[in-house]
Structure formats: structure tokens, C-alpha cells
């Protein structure tokens, strides 16, 4: 929802806040083979996050980057209220792709996102789980149990309920371009500076954006 709003419609100024920058946001190929919905993203000028499509649109000339949903299906399963879990140790698809292409990297937090759908998270031993993890290696998505609101009432449905979503765009970390492949240890040392700022992020406005926290941000898997 965030992401949405923030990079795929101007209900945020961005233009205006960070002139001469053009955000393309990324999304998952299976997408656009549903009907509908393909038409809906990109009218949003929403694009898929396939490594062509990330470099084409980084080498289309200065101000143009990309927004990448780093956590993806995995993390949707472990949005619950009140709490803030980002999958972030073993993604290093992003690394890679700003140090071959010279490309800064722009920590983003949304706050308040976990507060828009009640979603259950099951044990990772339940059948539950193994479907969502087949789901999710087949189609590259998965679907979390998640309870919102509807059009008439407040209590169950589809819709995300009616909370305020904060959106903190972190200081850009610069990235000299390498040439070739990068090492691991290049791709770790730049992850963790983004994680940094990322961990930044979160203490400086957690008591402004997430005072009703049940724990503080976790970096998982």
C-alpha cells in the first residue's frame, strides 16, 4: 500500500518533494497475466522487477531509479499488527544490481502498513504454511490468512482498514559502479549498510509512527 501510493501516483507530491527524480515501481511478472489488474498497474506505470526491466529503466538516462518491494510474498506472511519483521538477511538480488550499475540505494519504511489487515501468521510446521510456501515458489506470490474490513461494515473483509500509513524515505547510500561480477564480500558489506540505515530509520521515528507497538523492528530471513 505504501509502495503504491508512494511511487505509482503523485497522492504524495513526491514530483514536487524530490524534483528531478523519476521512481518506476517494481512488481512481480505474474502479474501482468491477470486481466484487470494488469491494465489497473500499469496505469500506475508499474513495470515488472525481472533484471532486464530494473536495468533498462537504471541506464534510461539521470533522475530515473527504481522502487523494489524488498521483503516480497515472504514477508507478507509475517505482517502482523503491532509488529514490524523485514526479510532482508538473504536478499542480496538488490545489492548486486546497484553495485553493477553504479545505482544508490534509497532505504524506504513504511510505518503502519501490519495495521491495515489483521493477518494470521501459522507455524511453519502446519500444512498451512507448506501450501503458502508451495504457492509462493510456483507463482512467485503467496496469499497470508488476513481478516480487513468491508464496504459496509468494519468488522470482516477485503478492504484495509482505516489506519494512517507513515512513509519515511531514508538518505541515499552511494554506490560506486564495479565492473564484473561482485564478490560476497562486497555484496555483505553494502547490505549491511543498508540495513543500517534501515535500523536508523526505524529508531528515530518508531515513537512518532509506531507508538502502539507490541516489539521493536526485527530483521529476519
Known amino acids: 500500500m505504501g509502495a503504491l501510493c508512494t511511487f505509482g501516483t503523485e497522492g504524495l507530491n513526491f514530483s514536487k518533494r524530490f524534483p528531478g ?49 524488498v521483503g516480497g510474498a515472504q514477508e507478507s506472511l509475517s505482517s502482523k499488527p503491532g509488529t514490524l519483521d523485514l526479510t532482508l538477511k538473504k536478499r542480496l ?37 507448506q501450501v503458502q510456501q508451495l504457492l509462493k515458489r510456483v507463482c512467485g506470490f503467496t496469499l497470508p490468512m488476513f481478516n480487513g474490513r468491508g464496504i459496509f461494515n468494519y468488522g470482516i473483509g477485503f478492504l484495509p482498514r482505516r489506519k494512517p500509513v507513515f512513509i519515511v524515505i531514508g538518505k541515499p547510500i552511494h554506490v560506486e ?22 535500523m536508523d ?14 516489539r521493536e523492528l526485527q530483521i529476519i530471513e
Open 21 to 69: 527524480i523519476k521512481p518506476v515501481l517494481m512488481t512481480l511478472q505474474s502479474n501482468f497475466q491477470l486481466p484487470i489488474y494488469r491494465d489497473y498497474i500499469m496505469a500506475h506505470g508499474i513495470v515488472s522487477v525481472s533484471k532486464a526491466s530494473c536495468e533498462y529503466v537504471l541506464n534510461s538516462g539521470p533522475g530515473n531509479s527504481i522502487a523494489i518491494v
Open 201 to 214: 530509520i526505524w529508531e528515530r521515528y518508531k515513537d512518532q509512527y509506531a507508538p502502539g507497538r507490541t
Open 93 to 129: 538480488g538488490f545489492i548486486k544490481l546497484a553495485l553493477v550499475n553504479g545505482a544508490s540505494l534509497v532505504p524506504t519504511l513504511a510505518f503502519g502498513e501490519n495495521e491495515l489487515y489483521e493477518v494470521y501468521v501459522v507455524p511453519k510446521k502446519s500444512k498451512t504454511y
Open 177 to 198: 559502479k564495479v565492473e564484473g561480477s561482485p564478490t560476497l564480500e562486497q555484496l555483505k558489506e553494502l547490505q549491511n549498510k543498508y540495513i543500517d540505515e534501515v
